[in-house]
C-alpha cells in the first residue's frame, strides 16, 4: 500500500509510521511527506530517505487554489492512501471528494468528542478524567467522518496540555499504525466505510 503522509510540526506519528514500514514485513510504504509549511518533521523523512514536498498555505491566493496544488502534488506519487498525521489545516471540499474514502486522519480526542484544533486542551478544559485517540475517515465536516479506531486514556490530576497530549501520541501512533496495517492487509474496507 502507497502512503503519502501529511504533515504540519513534528511529526512525532509519522516516525511511528516510517519506522513500523521500514519493516519488510509491514505491507505498507510511505512513498512521500507532505506539509502546508517547511515542517519540522520532514527529518524524520530526511532520515529515512523518503521525498518531502510543502505546499505553503500562505503562498496562496485562497483556500481553494492552496488545495488544489497540494492535490497535484499529492497524486504525482499515486498513493493509495494519503494519511494527515497532525495535518493543522481543513481539507477544502475539492481535495476530499478527490481522494475519499483513500484519506484518514489521526486526531488526539475520543470522537466524536472534542473535535478541531484543540482537542486536547478542550478535553482539559471540560475537566472530564478521561479523552482518547481516534483515527477517522476524512469527510467534509470537521473531525466527522466515521470512527476507524479508538482508545480511551485517562486524563490524571496534574496533567496539562502537554503531559497530556504527550500521553495521547502515545496511543495515536499505536492506532494510526494498526489502522493502516488493518487497510493494507483489507481487515478495513475504506469503500464499505460508512459516508458521512
Ligand atoms: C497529533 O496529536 C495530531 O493528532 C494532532 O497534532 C499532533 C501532531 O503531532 N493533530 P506530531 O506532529 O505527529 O508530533
Redesign the pocket.
Known amino acids: 500500500l502507497k502512503l503519502v503522509v501529511l ?8 516516525r511511528s509510521l516510517l519506522e513500523a514500514a521500514h519493516d519488510a514485513e509491514y505491507p505498507a510504504r510511505v512513498v512521500a511527506v507532505g506539509a502546508d509549511r517547511d515542517a519540522d ?1 520532514f527529518e524524520h523523512a530526511d532520515a529515512f530517505g523518503i521525498p518531502t514536498f510543502s505546499v505553503p498555505f500562505s503562498s496562496f491566493a485562497d483556500r481553494e487554489a492552496w488545495g488544489d496544488e497540494l492535490l497535484a502534488q499529492v497524486q504525482q506519487w499515486q498513493p493509495d492512501l494519503v494519511v494527515l ?2 495535518f ?1 489545516r481543513l481539507v477544502p471540499p475539492r481535495v476530499v471528494e478527490a481522494l475519499a474514502p483513500n484519506l484518514i486522519n ?3 480526542a475520543y470522537l466524536p468528542e472534542f473535535p478541531g484544533a484543540h482537542g486536547v486542551r478542550d478535553a482539559l478544559a471540560a475537566g472530564v478524567d478521561r479523552t482518547g485517540a481516534s483515527v477517522i475517515v476524512v469527510d467534509n465536516g470537521v473531525d466527522s467522518g466515521p470512527v476507524l479506531a479508538q482508545r480511551r486514556i485517562p486524563v490524571l490530576p496534574g496533567d496539562d496540555e502537554s503531559s497530556l ?1 504527550d500521553r ?2 502515545i496511543v ?1 501512533r499505536e492506532l494510526l499504525v494498526q489502522t493502516v496495517l488493518d487497510i493494507a492487509n483489507g481487515t478495513i474496507d475504506l469503500e464499505q466505510e460508512p459516508t458521512a
Not at 504533515?7 to 509519522?14: A, H, P, R, Y
Open positions: 504533515i504540519s510540526g513534528g511529526g512525532s506519528n509519522l518533521g498525521s497532525g493543522m489521526t486526531h488526539p497530549h495521547i501520541k495515536e
